[in-house]
C-alpha cells in the first residue's frame, strides 16, 4: 500500500505540529507545577487522520529530526542523541508504535472508535515509556528505583491528562475527518 501525496503532505503537518506544540509549550513549562505535553495528543490526532504507515512515519520524522540535533524535543539538551539517556525517551520511543497500533485499530470513523484507539496508543506508551524510565534511572542514572516509584514520577501525574486528551483529541479528529473528507473505512482498504 502506498502513501498517497495528500496523506503524506498530512503526514508531514503533523510530523511539524508535533515540533511547534513541543517547543511552545517548552516556553511555558516553567510556570506549571505538573509538566504538561501535547506529544501524545498529536500522536493521537495523527492516527485518527492518518494510515497506520503514515501515522507512524509521521512520527518516526519527528524523533528523527531531535536526534539528529535540531532542538525540538521538551527537555534539556532539547535535541541530539544524548537525548536517549533521558529517563523520559522511552515515551518519545512509543510514539511510533503507539500511532501505529492506534491506528490499526480504528475500523469506523466514530467517537468510540477514535476513543478506545486512542486508550489502546496511551496504553503502548506507558508499555514502553515506564519500563525505560525504570531501566535508565536505574542503570544509567545510578538510583535506585522500584517500580512504585517509577509509577509515581511517569505514570499517576500524567493519566489523567492523558485521559482527557483522548476524549478531545477523538472529538477533534471527528471534525476533521468531516471537513477534511477523511473516511475511516477507506484508510484501511
Sequence with gaps: MQISTRELVLAAIFTALLCVLTILIRVFQPVL??????????VMLAACLLSPRAAFLSILAYIFIG???????????????AYILLPSFGFLLSFP?????????????????????????????YI??????????????????DVMRVLQLGFLPFITFDLI???????????????????RENILK
Design 67 to 81: 536526534l539528529i540535533g535540531i532542538p525540538v524535543f521538551s527537555k534539556p539538551p532539547f535535541g541530539g542523541p
Design 33 to 42: 507545577i505538573i509538566p504538561f505535553s501535547l506529544q501524545p495528543f498529536v
Design 165 to 183: 486528551k483522548i476524549v478531545i483529541a477523538a472529538l477533534l479528529a471527528l471534525e476533521l475527518c468531516r471537513r477534511l473528507g477523511i473516511n
Design 97 to 125: 508504535l503507539a500511532a501505529w497500533v492506534q491506528s490499526k485499530l480504528i475500523k469506523r470513523t466514530s467517537f468510540i472508535n477514535f476513543s478506545l484507539a486512542g486508550l489502546a496508543g496511551i496504553i503502548v506508551m
Design 128 to 145: 514502553i515509556g515506564l519500563p525505560y524510565m525504570y531501566v535508565i534511572l536505574n542503570y544509567y542514572v545510578g538510583n535506585t528505583v
